[in-house]
């Protein structure tokens, strides 16, 4: 699992929050390993460590470059995030998304089904994310909803537009 939280109006109670949901959920699946690229900001920085340092499975690591990133995406199973990029990016690699926020600026991810608005309570974290663990049908359902931000071949749609205008 990869989790990202770096926004401002999560900082204090918020991410203390949502570090006690991914505590909960590292206890709950101890099979799973959790990636979190931890910001350098010192609200951030000294929440997480201090919260989750000590759990197995669990890898605090200094943030990492965007093709690693995605990288790391790929390779997840399910992402929380409060980035607008990731909510964009999740879908194109097939990755289900909870967002880490009370409100999204990217909606239409929620209304296509590939991302979760769930806040940052505890309980509504930990819920959602365990029945996207467990259920492989509410899994399956929002790695393969449909991808609302493109399939990822708009480049060769511009040099077709190109070449049949000017070509």
Do not use: W
């Amino acid at each position: 699992m990869l989790v990202t939280t770096h926004r401002r109006e999560s900082f204090g109670d918020p991410l203390r929050s949502i570090c006690a949901a991914v505590r909960d959920l590292a206890t709950r699946f101890p099979d799973l390993q959790f990636v979190l690229p931890v910001h350098p900001n010192p609200h951030v920085k000294e929440t997480v460590e201090s919260l989750l340092s000590d759990l197995p499975g669990m890898f605090l690591i200094e943030p990492v470059d965007y093709v690693e990133f995605v990288h790391l995406m790929a390779r997840s199973y399910l992402i929380l995030t409060d980035s607008g990029g990731v909510q964009e990016e999740a879908p194109s690699l097939g990755k289900p998304v909870l967002v880490l926020r009370e409100v999204t600026e990217r909606p239409e991810g929620v209304a296509a089904g590939t991302a979760v608005v769930v806040g940052t309570d505890c309980a509504r974290i930990v819920s959602i994310a365990s029945e996207l663990i467990s259920r492989k049908d509410a899994y399956q359902r929002m790695a393969s909803a449909v991808n609302p931000y493109g399939d990822g071949r708009a480049s060769e749609r511009i040099v077709d537009a190109l070449n049949a205008r000017f070509g």
